[in-house]
């Protein structure tokens, strides 16, 4: 428990020193200075990713690398296993990547700047209209060449079986016409979730060969949801 209170320190502190870097990317935005925004951005967000990671004193191993498309945004669907999920994908997944969050987080000062910067979009689940928006407004970014990551399962395995995914989660993709790339999660649950405690673990991200959305039918699009689930149980180890 002392270790688990020390890393939510850390993790604090470690946001409100880089809060000058996230102003300064902020004002590039103001600027028109996109590109130089977002490297900035992207840069800050994979120090801090890998900072939360490093904290677990945990090792993660990236397989499949020569599967992420550089030349187009992609939807990343993953199982979802952990907390520790999305820092993991944003710290070691060589690919800058946005997803979903709720809107309670946009309470939270310099987190909510960091999203906001990586072009995350907030949903309030409880107002059905804004959902809608929100979920055009993910298209849209996603149209504009950033990527988002989905997690189809809904709620966290924790390690336990990996359940049906959700045929809606994979509108983004065939709405914003990129591929979708499956990703398998392995281990996240051991570093906190296993014992609700920080520990260290081992992680192994494999990502598999990208799946075409552009002109798919509604057949096929029925298909797809099943057929990523079962390419993502294929590199898990348990």
């Known amino acids: 428990m002392v270790r688990t209170v020390i890393c939510v320190i850390r993790f604090v502190m470690y946001l409100v020193f880089k809060n000058h870097l996230l102003n300064k990317a902020v004002k590039l935005g103001k600027e028109g200075k996109i590109a130089e925004r977002d490297a900035l951005t992207n840069d800050i967000v994979k120090n801090w990713a890998r900072f939360v990671v490093g904290l677990t004193k945990s090792e993660v191993e ?24 999305i820092p993991v994908l944003m710290g070691y997944v060589n690919k800058p990547i946005a997803f979903i969050a709720k809107s309670e987080i946009l309470r939270v000062p310099v987190l909510s700047k960091a999203m906001k910067l990586m072009q995350c979009t907030f949903l309030v689940r409880t107002n059905m209209r804004q959902s809608v928006r929100a979920m055009a407004e993910a298209v849209e970014t996603i149209k504009n060449g950033y990527s988002m990551v989905i997690f189809p399962e809904g709620t966290r395995s924790k390690g336990g079986p990996v359940i049906d995914f959700k045929p809606g989660s994979f509108k983004l993709a065939y709405k914003s016409g990129v591929p979708i790339l499956p990703v398998t999660i392995d281990g996240t649950f051991r570093l906190f979730e296993e014992k609700n405690k920080v520990q260290s673990g081992k992680v192994i991200i494999t990502i598999h060969p990208p799946v075409p959305t552009a002109e798919l039918t509604k057949e096929n699009q029925t298909q797809i949801p099943e057929k990523v689930r079962s390419v993502i149980l294929t590199a898990l180890s348990s």
């Open 62 to 85: 990236v397989r499949g690398e020569e599967n992420i498309p550089q030349d187009t945004a992609v939807v990343l669907i993953g199982n979802h296993q952990s907390y520790l999920d």
